[in-house]
């Protein structure tokens, strides 16, 4: 039983939430800013994150389990290599979906995250086909991320400000960059597979520097954010070392050495995205 917990919690990758739900979170301690603080909206924007993230792996691992099968850095994984069957990664699938839409429930009396629920599920599940046809497949995964602040807010406020956009681009940029980077490792087996992607397209030095800008990208939206959102000199200097940590992170990944990707795109993003929350929190903190 236990055992085959650790095997779902390791195929969806729960420890990468960490990606995704601080800014979630950090939505909402601007939107609290406004909007009453009610336990179950909090608890409401956790389940949501948690449920929907896991559905999409899931769905993920299913449809590309015969890729991961043939590449040998994702032979080894759960579906492949039999730890898990296809009718229980199916079954946790359809339940981790069917939570997600009745955990919308909890921010009644507004309706807006149940009725976007099932849209943008479909959304959601819809990225693991994308690298089958386009080459801007990092950009759906991005922009699948970049939801959950626009999300969190409106489950929070039932409208939409300049505030959760900028903060979703930011999100946008970064996942899409990063993805970029993590492709690069699999740019020969994309070729021979039909697989699409920047790197497979334009080949890993073009493609590092497109990471490069999308990352530009980010910085300039933490930056309208500072202003858009009156926060204080403390996101700024978060701003500033999340700056510097991009800057690492590109240092570390080169197209002659691609040995140091998965330090990048685990510890080097896992910083940035609780850093930004911590700060973000401590800011409006200082500003009450």
Known sequence: MIRGVRHFLELIRFSHTV???????????LAWREAPFRWQDLCGILLCMVC????AMAFNRLVDRRIDAANPRTSKRHLPA?????PAVVLFTVISSAAFIASTLLFLPN???????????????????????????????SAALMLSPVAAWLALTGTLTWTPVLLAGAVYFWVGGFDILYACQDVEF??????????????VDRALRMAL???VGTIACLLALWHQAALGPVFLTGVILVAMLLAY????????????????FFQVNAIISLGLL???VVDVWLGR
């Open 278 to 280: 911590g700060v973000g």
């Open 190 to 203: 994309d070729r021979e597979r039909g697989l699409r992607s920047v790197p497979a397209r334009w080949g």
């Open 111 to 141: 309706r807006w995250p149940l009725v976007l629920s099932i849209p943008v599920l479909l959304f959601l599940l819809g990225y693991s086909f994308a690298k089958r046809f386009t080459v801007w497949c990092h950009y759906w995964l």
């Open 19 to 29: 990606f995704a739900l601080p800014f979630a979170l950090l939505a909402a301690v």
């Open 249 to 264: 992170e590109h240092w570390l990944v080169r197209p002659d050495d691609l040995t140091r990707v998965n330090v990048a």
């Open 52 to 55: 929907a993230r896991s559905a």
């Open 213 to 215: 800008w999308s990352h």
């Open 82 to 86: 039999g730890l898990l069957s296809v």
